[in-house]
């Protein structure tokens, strides 16, 4: 998991942490993860007197081009911890996505889909639907 | 760690429904090509991926969809429907400076699958505006075998119950509580 991290964390200026409030919300925020992967965690930079729920958390890294393409996306899961000053994350999975799992991950990633929507259907009793394609073409050419 | 915002703090206070928006958060709900939408996990972890999000103000209300062969989100949401939208990438968006706004609310998935995109047209259109390749799948017959599923889709609907700003997109300061229901 550390390989990952060490790998593709640095590609991005900045992520998402994901915590809880009070009431049970998930509340997310934009922090600097910094490495330290001697303590097994990724100190965090919030702002002074910010106050995160400690627990289970994840941390999503995500980018994309003008277009919305050339999508690059990862997220661990871990949990939140207290440290004397401020807060750190500890990773217990690194979870890849669109162009950071290589050729393999994005054939997973699809057959992946493939076998879950066939689960989806099974489960239910339902046929596979056909998709109207023409409606489709015809919203495409709107825009 | 919040703020009540104070009058033209945002560029002046637009009444909108129940959430008072500033302009400036409305655009950045329909500008911004992605939201990090966080659903809460079994084990009560909150995750997130990015997400396009369509925001219809008269209804006061957000939908995103996701694929049934990525259901994760919406099994969650029926499960626990605290959800949150954060939008914090301005990629793309055109805006300068723009603030990043966090939107918690309460969810529905319902389970039913949707194939049409005249189910929710905007949607689709601002899909295939703000993602020209995206028209690629589902463009020739290979396509259409490979990704059928990418066209099956769920519907989720967020009602905001509270929303907070981070003006010019600083976390290093606590954000502003713009508004929320009593």
Not at chain 1, 47 to 66: K, M, N, Q, Y
Not at chain 2, 26 to 32: A, I, K, P, S
Not at chain 2, 123 to 135: D, E, H, S, T
């Amino acid at each position: 998991m550390w390989t990952e991290i060490e790998r593709y964390l640095p590609r991005f200026e900045s992520a998402v942490l994901n915590v809880r409030d009070g009431d049970g919300y998930p509340y997310s925020i934009r922090c600097r993860p910094e490495q330290d992967r001697q303590a097994g965690i990724l100190r965090l930079d919030l702002a002074e007197g910010t106050i995160v729920g400690l627990g289970p958390a994840s941390l999503l890294c995500h980018s994309h081009d003008e277009g919305l393409w050339n999508q690059k996306i990862f997220l661990l899961r871990g949990r939140v911890e207290a440290e004397e000053k401020g807060y750190a994350f500890r990773p217990e999975k690194f979870i890849p996505s669109i162009g950071t799992g290589g050729i393999r991950g994005t054939l997973s990633l699809m057959t992946g889909a493939r076998k879950a929507t066939a689960a989806y259907l099974r489960k239910r009793g339902l046929d596979r639907p056909g998709i109207p394609w023409t409606e489709v073409a015809a919203v495409k050419k709107e825009v | 760690m919040v703020r009540q915002s104070e009058e033209g703090s945002l560029g002046g206070v637009a009444p909108r429904g129940r959430f008072a928006l500033p302009p400036g958060v409305e655009e950045v709900f329909t500008e911004f090509r992605t939201c990090e939408f966080s659903t809460l996990a079994r084990d009560g972890a909150p995750i997130a991926w990015p997400l396009i999000t369509l925001w219809q103000p008269e209804e006061e209300r957000f939908v995103l969809t996701t694929s049934i062969g990525l259901p994760r989100k919406a099994f969650n949401v029926r499960r626990d429907g605290r959800v949150s939208l954060l939008f914090s990438d301005p990629m793309a968006s055109g805006l300068e400076d723009p603030p990043a706004v966090l939107v918690q609310g309460d969810a529905e998935a319902p389970d039913e699958i949707e194939t049409s995109p005249d189910h929710l047209r905007e949607y689709w259109r601002r899909v295939f505006r703000i993602q020209p390749a995206g028209k690629t799948y589902g463009a020739d017959p290979l396509t259409r075998r490979l990704l059928d599923w990418y066209y099956m889709r769920l519907y989720i609907y967020v009602k905001p119950r509270r929303i907070l700003v981070w003006p010019k997109g600083d976390f290093t300061k606590a954000p502003l509580e713009v508004g929320h229901v009593d």
